[in-house]
Every structure is written in structure tokens, then in C-alpha cells.
């Protein structure tokens, strides 16, 4: 099994809401990671979990707080955000963080923040 | 800094045809590079990896090609069909930054005429 679940599929949230992204794993990788894309651009990192622990964060602002809790999931709490923070979000997960391994990706939350 | 471009950045053609997607990347100290399929609104569906010490892999209709040493990669796509209509992203791991970083070129907006 392949797969990287993520919920909900869509999300809309008002400014002042706080909202949490989920993402699961069942393959047993130690390396998770969040992207945000926005439309007709690529994807950007944002945070590197290996271990449990947060090894990258990309400098993204603090209304984005990401949380590991185990080794199969991964969450991102939001909180405050910016119309401008509307955008796909997406998981990936890898065996580790080694060089030559593959990350899959799940099929994304599409956040709109109003 | 690693950077990637993707050329063309849209393709269409009809149906049946062979064609060929481009990446080149600036920096050849890579792990390894990595092309994916995203349909519109939806995650990345990994197609290919090449490992650095690799010059190339093939999946059924598709073949990638890299030449590390002029930092290209190319994705060849035999008898091409409708249902390859999508948008192709290349992404390379760079040495450098970290083994847990993927830089993403701009990708390539594919269309298949039937």
C-alpha cells in the first residue's frame, strides 16, 4: 500500500477560525512533509518532520503550526490565516529522509481562506 | 542555489503521437530526479525516479532519461493518449540542500487531442 491520505478534501475557513489538516500513512515512513501550492506554480516546502521530529521549517509564518503525534500521522493546525494562505496544501511521506528515496505524495486539501 | 525549468511550459498534440518533455537543472550535484503527473486540482502521482548514478528508467509507455553532467533530464511519451493529458513536474534533490528538499521546475501543461 502506497497510499497517503489526507483530510478534509476541501476546506473554508474565515479569518478568524482555527482549523487543523490531517495526513496519514500506513507504509511506515519516518520523513513527512507538508507543501503548499498555489495555482499554475509547483510545490513549496514548508515543514520536514524525520523521526517525530520537525527537522525543516521553510520560515513559514506561525499561524501555521504543524504537529507530528506519531510516526503515521501528521497534522497542520491553522489559525488566523490570509486569504492569501488559500492554496492546495499537500503531504508526502518517505521511508526516511536519506537522498535516494522517493516521496509520495496524497491528494491535497484546497483550503479557501475568506 | 538549485534551480529547475521545464520547457515548453504547455504542449498540445494529437492523439498517437511520441513526444518529448524537457528539464534541465543548474546544479548536477543531485541525488536524484524525479518526474510526476498532477491532473488539475489533484496530488502529485510519482512517474519516475532516476537515481544520480542512473541514465535512465522506463514504466510502459513512458522513458526518462538524465545526463547529469549537463544537468537534463528528459520524459519521453510513446503513442501518447487522452488520458495522458495532465500538467508534468520535474523535481530534483539536491545534494547541497539537504537530502529532504525537492526542487520543483514550473512543469509542463500537457494536452492530448483525441
Known amino acids: 500500500d502506497t497510499e497517503v491520505t489526507q483530510t478534509p478534501k476541501h476546506l473554508v475557513m474565515g479569518m478568524t477560525n482555527k482549523k487543523s489538516l490531517k495526513c496519514e500513512q500506513h507504509?511506515?515512513?519516518?520523513?513527512m512533509y507538508w507543501y503548499k501550492q498555489k495555482a499554475k506554480k509547483p510545490p513549496e516546502l514548508m515543514f520536514v518532520?524525520?523521526?517525530?521530529?520537525?527537522?525543516i521549517n521553510e520560515s513559514v509564518p506561525s499561524r501555521f503550526s504543524p504537529e507530528c503525534p506519531n510516526s503515521s500521522l501528521l497534522n497542520l493546525h491553522l489559525h488566523a490565516l490570509q486569504p492569501e494562505d488559500s492554496a492546495l496544501y499537500l503531504c508526502?511521506?518517505?521511508?526516511?529522509?536519506?537522498?535516494?528515496?522517493?516521496?509520495?505524495f496524497g491528494p491535497g486539501t484546497r483550503l479557501l481562506v475568506l | 542555489k538549485q534551480e529547475v525549468t521545464q520547457i515548453p511550459a504547455a504542449l498540445s498534440v494529437p492523439e498517437g503521437e511520441n513526444l518529448v518533455l524537457n528539464c534541465s537543472f543548474t546544479?548536477?550535484?543531485?541525488?536524484?530526479l524525479q518526474w510526476f503527473r498532477q491532473d488539475p486540482g489533484k496530488g502529485l502521482t510519482s512517474l519516475l525516479l532516476?537515481?544520480?548514478?542512473?541514465r535512465e528508467q522506463t514504466s510502459g509507455r513512458l522513458n526518462a532519461s538524465l545526463d547529469k553532467s549537463s544537468g537534463r533530464s528528459t520524459l519521453y511519451i510513446a503513442a501518447s493518449q487522452p488520458g495522458d493529458s495532465a500538467t508534468y513536474l520535474c523535481?530534483?534533490?539536491?545534494?547541497?540542500?539537504?537530502?529532504?528538499?525537492?526542487?520543483f521546475g514550473q512543469g509542463t501543461r500537457l494536452t492530448i487531442n483525441p
Open positions: 546544479d548536477s550535484a543531485i541525488y536524484n
Open positions: 518532520y524525520s523521526y517525530e521530529k520537525l527537522s
Open positions: 532516476i537515481q544520480s548514478s542512473q
Open positions: 523535481a530534483v534533490k539536491p545534494v547541497t540542500q539537504g537530502a529532504q528538499k525537492l526542487v
Open positions: 507504509m511506515g515512513h519516518r520523513a
Open positions: 508526502a511521506s518517505s521511508q526516511t529522509t536519506s537522498g535516494q528515496e522517493t516521496q509520495y
